[in-house]
């Protein structure tokens, strides 16, 4: 069901501070345009979930695909100027395509919902399946249209952008919601359970915590490891071989996830993915190659997808129909809000205390997240095969 902007988007992500740093001659910025990025994401993602529940998931999905249309178009004549701040401001278009492509994989779940556990597990992690095949095909398209405007490097990367965009109004229009798939019903429940406490709830606070930190580690990992491997006497083409590494790492194993989770449930998966991050961590402290490089972020990656795929199991089955808007529009916002944060303090970070004591502070970061997976695993064993 995802259509491949999303994946092509994030291809054109993993060097944006190597972009970056052609626009603005303070180091501390060169991380602002995925941070704005992460920032209209972040804004956006209730604003989205509230506006599919009204009018459908079709609906917000084409509002999204206009959004990445805009971006890519303004990312272009941002670099015809030469402007860095109109550049941010078209990566703050693509958050909000951003936002609206994170509730594929919830649509997944929603299509399957009346399936078993494994179904749904292996629905949610087709969907970024399309995505692996965005990783694939995103360097090919790339490197044919990269040069497309001489005098702009980069320009026909964020060209593809667009196009891709366009491509995702095609392929929402042709695509054949279930009926009951497309719209969230307007149930008013008689007694409406507050925000507050759904987030006392401990699959919530597990899902919650494990995708946020996953993704905001993901997201460190990617926007430094090129200005890292430049750092280190590495090309950016060198760079962009191991970033795509990277991005196959995060979307290659949704062809197994699912069975994964349906086999051992989503408390294993999402420690696994852990772990994966945390070893690919301590690989890149203490190497500065590019076979280093390339096993610690492939490792990332695939840690990624295991806390996202697993989390987002984990947030489908911990709440009610009338609750899921809330707390999937809660979860996308405490979610981007973390990456976004995080994104504007890394370029600081690494130009305090280096390639070497960001991963320390990336392996802190996931060890909170394995302790609070630890920490509740009696309270929803019941509900989760791996936790029995």
Not at 16 to 21: A, D, I, M
Not at 214 to 222: E, F, K, N, P, R
Not at 277 to 284: C, F, M, T
Request: net charge positive; with cysteine; proline share 4%.
């Amino acid at each position: 069901m995802r259509v491949p902007v999303h994946g092509d988007a994030r291809r054109g992500n993993t060097l944006l501070g190597v972009v970056g740093k052609t626009l603005t001659s303070n180091v501390h910025l060169v991380t602002a345009p995925y941070a704005v990025m992460t920032l209209l994401a972040a804004l956006t993602t209730i604003g989205a979930s509230a506006l599919m529940r009204r009018v459908g998931r079709p609906q917000g999905f084409v509002v999204g695909a206009f959004a990445a249309i805009l971006g890519g178009t303004l990312a272009m004549w941002a670099l015809w100027l030469h402007s860095f701040w109109t550049f941010c401001a078209a990566f703050g278009l693509i958050g909000v395509y951003e936002a609206f492509a994170q509730y594929y994989r919830f649509a997944a779940a929603e299509v399957v919902t009346h399936s078993s556990f494994a179904l749904k597990s292996n629905g949610i992690s087709v969907v970024l399946v399309g995505s692996f095949g965005a990783a694939v095909c995103g360097p090919w398209i790339a490197a044919k249209v990269r040069n497309l405007v001489p005098a702009l490097p980069y320009a026909g990367s964020f060209l593809s952008i667009a196009l891709m965009g366009v491509l995702s109004l095609l392929l929402v229009a042709a695509l054949k919601f279930p009926h009951g798939a497309t719209q969230t019903p307007m149930v008013r429940p008689k007694t409406r359970t507050d925000l507050f406490v759904l987030l006392r709830r401990p699959e919530i606070v597990v899902a919650i915590t494990c995708a946020t930190i996953g993704y905001t580690v993901m997201a460190a990992m990617m926007i430094t490891a090129p200005l890292a491997i430049i750092g280190y006497g590495g090309s950016v083409s060198v760079a962009a071989i191991i970033m795509q590494f990277h991005v196959a790492g995060m979307y290659a194993p949704s062809f197994f996830t699912g069975k994964i989770i349906g086999k051992y449930g989503t408390r294993p998966t999402v420690l696994a993915g852990c772990l994966l991050q945390l070893v690919a961590s301590l690989i890149a402290s203490y190497g500065e190659m590019v076979p280093a490089f390339a096993a610690a972020l492939l490792l990332c990656g695939i840690g990624w997808n295991l806390m996202y795929v697993g989390s987002t199991v984990m947030l489908t089955h911990s709440c009610s129909d009338e609750e899921r808007a809330t707390v999937q529009g809660a979860n996308e916002f405490i979610m981007f809000s973390f990456v976004t944060a995080g994104s504007f303090a890394i370029a600081t970070a690494l130009n305090r205390y280096g390639w070497h004591g960001i991963q320390i502070i990336l392996a802190a970061t996931l060890l909170i997240a394995a302790g609070v997976t630890l920490r509740y695993r009696w309270s929803y064993g019941q509900h989760d095969k791996g936790g029995q």
